[in-house]
T-cell receptor, first 114, second 114 residues
Framework: DADVTQTPRNRITKTGKRIMLECSQT?????MYWYRQDPGLGLRLIYY???????NKGEISDGYSVSRQAQAKFSLSLESAIPNQTALYFC?????????????FGQGTRLTVV | ELKVEQNPLFLSMQEGKNYTIYCNYS?????LYWYRQDPGKSLESLFV?????AVKQEGRLMASLDTKARLSTLHITAAVHDLSATYFC??????????????FGKGTHLIIQP
């Protein structure tokens, strides 16, 4: 089983719909992140959380919200999906107890908004 | 605002040749990471560089970090087809009390031809 699991892996949704992407981890890491990948743009940080009570906006948080339900679970919501939110979304974790913030990534969720 | 620039963004090379991918960043940091991504897959951590002058090698890949020049390089020696992938560098601004997640370059799409 993967250490960082994202569900669903693929999703097609209509404009205006609410959608939630879920992430769970078994690595025991305290930090969790949501990134978005678009062709030619690399990965951009949407939100990050250092623990259950600490949620922070990243570079491109507009149109997104998150919830850290437990140390192991971090979900990303699109309240009203729009076509330019079509992208590949990655959840990642890291451990604050180690030097550096090497991130470990889930398998990704490919989201298409039509 | 931290900016991370990779070059080249696209590289086609022949097996057996050597080449270097460059990663420049705009703000002082001594934490840099290299990742590999195969098409449709997640990101795999390759190297973690945490100090000036750090050099790490794995097989035909070698990464180095010069924090004074704000430059990291990923050198490929005697390339083989299996190294075809997209390579990302990512920089972490560690503020002591926490980090803001990783800022990624746009990636170098590497194709190695027989």
């Amino acid at each position: 089983d993967a250490d960082v699991t994202q569900t669903p892996r693929n999703r097609i949704t209509k404009t205006g719909k609410r959608i939630m992407l879920e992430c769970s981890q078994t690595k025991g890491h305290d930090r969790m992140y949501w990134y978005r990948q678009d062709p030619g743009l690399g990965l951009r940080l949407i939100y990050y959380s250092f623990d259950v009570k600490d949620i922070n906006k990243g570079e491109i948080s507009d149109g997104y919200s998150v919830s850290r339900q437990a140390q192991a679970k971090f979900s990303l919501s699109l309240e009203s999906a729009i076509p330019n939110q079509t992208a590949l979304y990655f959840c990642a974790t890291s451990d604050s107890g180690r030097g550096g913030t090497e991130a470990f990534f889930g398998q990704g969720t490919r989201l298409t908004v039509v | 605002e931290l900016k991370v620039e990779q070059n080249p963004l696209f590289l086609s090379m022949q097996e057996g040749k050597n080449y270097t991918i460059y990663c420049n960043y705009s703000t002082t940091s001594d934490r840099l990471y290299w990742y590999r991504q195969d098409p449709g897959k997640s990101l795999e951590s390759l190297f973690v560089l945490l100090s000036n002058g750090a050099v790490k090698q794995e097989g035909r890949l070698m990464a180095s970090l010069d924090t004074k020049a704000r430059l990291s390089t990923l050198h490929i020696t005697a390339a083989v087809h299996d190294l075809s992938a997209t390579y990302f560098c990512a920089v972490d601004i560690y503020s002591g009390g926490g980090a803001d997640g990783l800022t990624f370059g746009k990636g170098t799409h590497l194709i190695i031809q027989p």
